[in-house]
């Protein structure tokens, strides 16, 4: 256990240890995001939720010296480690640097870590205020636990290790970032509420199937027209289809699925030609690369 407390506040992070830490988290996670044999897995969750990014802001605030300074290395890491994310990804993706159109979102949260950082140094100060800062962290790693845990109800063992590494961190936030008795206790026990409330809303949020619109005309370099149609290789999965949209002036290609799991998606043009997609579906998200 003292091994693990040393993280939160015993580590010497100098600025060449932070770009190092952020290069390596960067390069990491591009590689989940593309290898194969990890999709659908929780390997995969650290390109797709921010459980493992919550983790890695809270090591950097701890082991900062000032509230400036817990600000600038927080926003430096996901300065370098985000834009890594794609560019790793970028040589062996087909829209190679288009990638970087989900990065916009990203953008804004690296904007965000300036007053978090600021603010979520101010625990170490170990006032009971302090709970105010951290109960909104160990609530928004809840919320991902419940939806790891209902993958795991629903098709298990799917999101077991993300499962049990939200509901560990939730636990070891209060233990290791106060040293003081009461924040400890208290702090343990608002992260124990949020695990009994979140633990019975996946119990009754079990999913069946899962809707999705999964790509656009245009999306992907093909052309999606009436006579186009869609299949699954696997129709065990559920099924594709093409509608129009009035409102965006194009068609679409959506699914509905029964269960999770990886299989083809198979797009046909009027003329025979087919594309074919590498589908990885799961209980509430997919991943579609084109072959």
């Known amino acids: 256990m003292?091994?693990?407390r040393r993280?939160?506040?015993?580590?010497k992070l100098s600025w060449k240890r932070l770009i190092l830490f952020a290069v390596i988290a960067g390069v990491y996670t591009g590689m989940m995001a593309m290898l194969p044999m990890v999709q659908g897995t929780s390997f995969h969750d650290i390109a797709m939720s921010f459980e493992w990014w919550v983790l890695f802001g809270i090591i950097i605030i701890t082991n900062s010296a000032s509230s400036k300074d817990a600000a600038l290395k927080c926003f430096v890491f996901f300065l370098i480690s985000q834009p890594l994310v794609y560019l790793v990804q970028a040589p062996f993706h087909p829209e190679g640097l288009g990638l970087f159109r989900f990065y916009p979102g990203w953008f804004l949260w690296t904007v965000l870590t300036l007053p978090m950082g600021y603010i979520g140094w101010m625990m170490k100060q170990e006032?009971?205020?302090?709970?105010?800062?951290?109960?909104?962290?160990?609530?928004?790693?809840?919320?991902?636990?419940?939806?790891?845990?209902?993958?795991?109800?629903?098709?298990?063992?799917?999101?077991?290790?993300?499962?049990?590494?939200?509901?560990?961190?939730?636990?070891?936030y209060p233990l290791c970032i106060f040293k003081d008795k009461?924040?400890?206790?208290?702090?343990?026990?608002?992260?124990?509420?949020?695990?009994?409330?979140?633990?019975?809303?996946?119990?009754?949020?079990?999913?069946?199937?899962?809707?999705?619109?999964?790509?656009?005309?245009?999306?992907y370099g093909v052309t999606l027209e009436e006579s186009?149609?869609?299949?699954?290789?696997?129709?065990?999965?559920?099924?594709?289809?093409?509608?129009?949209?009035?409102?965006?002036?194009?068609?679409?290609?959506?699914?509905?699925?029964?269960?999770?799991?990886?299989?083809?998606?198979?797009?046909?043009?009027?003329?025979?030609?087919?594309?074919?997609?590498?589908?990885?579906?799961?209980?509430?998200?997919?991943?579609?690369?084109?072959?």
Request: charged letters at 15%.
């Open 2 to 4: 003292e091994k693990i």
């Open 7 to 11: 993280l939160f506040g015993g580590l």
């Open 127 to 172: 006032k009971w205020w302090a709970l105010l800062i951290l109960a909104p962290v160990l609530l928004f790693v809840g919320f991902h636990y419940e939806s790891f845990l209902s993958s795991t109800i629903s098709f298990f063992p799917k999101k077991l290790l993300s499962t049990v590494f939200c509901a560990a961190t939730l636990i070891l």
């Open 182 to 219: 009461l924040l400890k206790r208290v702090g343990l026990c608002i992260a124990l509420v949020i695990l009994l409330v979140m633990t019975a809303v996946a119990v009754g949020n079990q999913k069946s199937f899962y809707d999705a619109i999964l790509f656009t005309d245009g999306s």
């Open 228 to 291: 186009s149609r869609v299949s699954l290789a696997d129709a065990d999965m559920g099924s594709v289809y093409i509608t129009y949209d009035e409102k965006l002036g194009c068609y679409l290609v959506n699914g509905s699925f029964t269960r999770d799991g990886e299989t083809q998606l198979i797009l046909e043009a009027a003329d025979g030609t087919q594309t074919v997609f590498r589908l990885v579906v799961e209980n509430s998200s997919y991943t579609l690369v084109k072959q």
